[in-house]
């Protein structure tokens, strides 16, 4: 065992030493402070959604909703196309315009959107059945997968209950808002359309029906170059109706 014996220090050189330990031990803990921060910064950065998105990796789930992009709902109509053509059963694809955001009363402020986007998506989601998609495709524009369908007109039924769960009065921070939705449709599946081309199709079929301000639903029955009378078929909002037929598919 081996003792060390102290050695007579002067007060300045003692003072020195203490100097010079404090100044290390202060440049320490600066370092450390500056790995942490510098760890904290870059550690999250590759959780940011933001930054997967501009590297290419969009989302399958919209953010707002929680409900299904673009990028799924062509996988998931893909499948129900697929199943549809074994069965011989029908699938429609219809997309949903979100319209006339307006308050009752013009005095009041603006609506929080968000939430009234969400409150809505749900709306679409329960007039569906389970086996039904429904997806967000931009800001107030939703597409919708029609599953196992007997016939075109089963189509129409479940486009009716969309629009009259869209037309429910909708109370947001004390503020009840009126809204209202258009849809264009088609029905397939038809030969040599890909989901890609039958969700252009409805979109464009939703475009065309702009322009009627009577016209809520038009939904398109038959693949056609262009959209005459008898390819498309056309239905007033079902509150316009005397008898709407609103019974569930089977």
């Given at each position: 065992?081996?003792?060390?014996e102290?050695?007579?220090?002067?007060?300045?050189?003692?003072?020195?030493?203490?100097?010079?330990?404090?100044?290390?031990?202060?440049?320490?803990?600066?370092?450390?402070?500056?790995c942490?921060v510098?760890?904290?910064?870059?550690?999250?950065?590759?959780?940011?959604?933001?930054?997967?998105?501009?590297?290419?990796?969009?989302?399958?789930?919209d953010?707002?909703?929680?409900?299904?992009t673009?990028?799924?709902?062509?996988?998931?109509?893909?499948?129900?196309?697929?199943?549809?053509e074994?069965?011989?059963?029908?699938?429609a694809?219809?997309?949903?315009?979100?319209?006339?955001?307006?308050?009752?009363?013009?005095?009041?402020?603006?609506?929080?959107?968000?939430?009234v986007?969400?409150?809505?998506?749900?709306?679409?989601?329960?007039?569906?059945?389970?086996?039904?998609?429904?997806?967000?495709?931009?800001?107030?524009?939703?597409?919708?997968?029609?599953?196992?369908?007997?016939?075109?007109?089963?189509?129409?039924?479940?486009?009716?209950?969309?629009q009259?769960?869209?037309?429910?009065p909708l109370?947001?921070?004390?503020?009840?808002?009126l809204?209202?939705?258009?849809?264009?449709?088609?029905?397939?599946?038809?030969?040599?359309?890909?989901?890609?081309?039958?969700?252009?199709?409805?979109?464009?079929?939703?475009?065309?029906?702009?322009?009627?301000?009577?016209?809520?639903?038009?939904?398109?029955?038959?693949?056609?170059?262009?959209l005459?009378?008898?390819e498309?078929?056309?239905?007033?909002?079902?509150?316009?109706?005397?008898?709407?037929s609103?019974?569930?598919?089977?």
């Amino acid at each position: 065992m081996a003792w060390i014996e102290a050695t007579p220090a002067d007060s300045g050189s003692l003072t020195e030493v203490l100097s010079v330990r404090l100044l290390v031990g202060w440049l320490g803990l600066f370092v450390a402070a500056g790995c942490a921060v510098v760890g904290l910064l870059s550690w999250p950065s590759s959780q940011d959604p933001t930054r997967r998105k501009h590297d290419g990796v969009p989302s399958a789930y919209d953010g707002v909703t929680g409900l299904p992009t673009r990028r799924l709902f062509l996988i998931l109509l893909k499948q129900a196309l697929s199943r549809a053509e074994t069965i011989k059963r029908h699938v429609a694809v219809l997309v949903c315009s979100l319209e006339q955001f307006r308050p009752l009363s013009t005095a009041s402020a603006a609506p929080n959107m968000t939430l009234v986007v969400r409150v809505q998506a749900a709306r679409i989601k329960s007039a569906l059945q389970s086996h039904d998609v429904v997806a967000r495709l931009d800001e107030y524009l939703f597409a919708v997968v029609v599953d196992n369908l007997a016939s075109p007109d089963e189509a129409r039924v479940c486009a009716e209950k969309i629009q009259s769960a869209i037309a429910l009065p909708l109370l947001v921070e004390g503020q009840e808002l009126l809204m209202s939705c258009r849809i264009g449709g088609v029905v397939g599946p038809q030969q040599g359309r890909t989901a890609e081309s039958l969700l252009d199709v409805a979109s464009d079929v939703l475009e065309n029906n702009r322009s009627h301000e009577e016209r809520r639903i038009l939904i398109m029955a038959v693949p056609q170059p262009c959209l005459g009378a008898s390819e498309v078929r056309s239905f007033p909002p079902a509150s316009d109706r005397h008898e709407a037929s609103l019974t569930s598919r089977s």
